[in-house]
C-alpha cells in the first residue's frame, strides 16, 4: 500500500508541450507575394545569423555556428564595385539587414567561392532578395532556386514599371568593373 501511494504521490502527468512550428525550408516555406515583395509569415522558424558588415547588394559577413563567414544571397545578383547601381544596392542591403538575418536554404548550400549560400530574410520576414530586385537595385537568380520564378515575375515588374536604378530612364552610365591581373603560378 505505501509504494503505491508513494507512486501516486510523486508521479506528475506533463502537460502537453505546445506545438512549435516545424523548421522551414525554402522548399516547405508559404509565402505571400505582393507586386513589390515576397514575406514568409513565420521567419521565427528559420535560423538566425548576425551581420557583421554588408560587403555589397547580394553579399554579407555573418556569423555562422560562432564563425565568421560570407553569405552569397541565393536569389539575386547586383552589379559589382565600380558599376551603375552598386552603391545603391549596397546601401538598400545594408538598411533591410540591419543587425541580422534569417536564412532559408535551398538545395545548394555553398556557391563556387565556398559561400554560404541562401535566401536571406529580415527578422520580419521580408525577403531581402526579393526586395532588392523588386526596387531595380539587382537582378533575379535564373540559373536554379525554388524562388527563381517568383524572383523573375518580380523582375519583370521592375523593368516594366522602370524602378531603380537598374531600369530607370535616367540610368547613370556604367563603367566597367577594374579588370583584375591573373597571378602567374
Known amino acids: 500500500m505505501f509504494i503505491g501511494g508513494a507512486i501516486v504521490y510523486f508521479w506528475k502527468p506533463r502537460s502537453p508541450r505546445p506545438e512549435k512550428p516545424e523548421p522551414a525550408t525554402v522548399r516547405n516555406m508559404t509565402l505571400d507575394q505582393t507586386s513589390e515583395a515576397l514575406r514568409f509569415a513565420h521567419p521565427e522558424t528559420l535560423p538566425q545569423a548576425p551581420v557583421l558588415r554588408v560587403v555589397d547588394g547580394d553579399t554579407a559577413e555573418i556569423l ?6 560570407f553569405l552569397r544571397y541565393y536569389g539575386v545578383n547586383t552589379t559589382e564595385r565600380g558599376t551603375a ?4 544596392a549596397t546601401d538598400r542591403n ?3 539587414s540591419e543587425g541580422s538575418v ?10 563556387a567561392h565556398h559561400r554560404i549560400l541562401a535566401y536571406v530574410f529580415t527578422e520580419e520576414g521580408v525577403s531581402i532578395d526579393a526586395q532588392l530586385v523588386s526596387e531595380g537595385l539587382g537582378k533575379a537568380w535564373k540559373r ?8 523573375m515575375d518580380l523582375e519583370d515588374a521592375a523593368r516594366r514599371e522602370k524602378r531603380g536604378c537598374l531600369w530607370s530612364e535616367n540610368q ?9 591581373k591573373r597571378r602567374r603560378s
Do not use: H, I, M, T
Open 94 to 96: 545594408r538598411a533591410l
Open 102 to 111: 534569417r536564412l532559408a536554404f535551398d538545395e545548394r548550400q555553398k556557391d
Open 144 to 151: 536554379d532556386g525554388a524562388l527563381k520564378d517568383r524572383l
Open 172 to 180: 547613370p552610365d556604367s563603367k566597367p568593373a577594374p579588370r583584375r
Open 64 to 69: 555562422w555556428k560562432n564563425k565568421p563567414v
Open 85 to 88: 547601381c552598386y552603391e545603391e
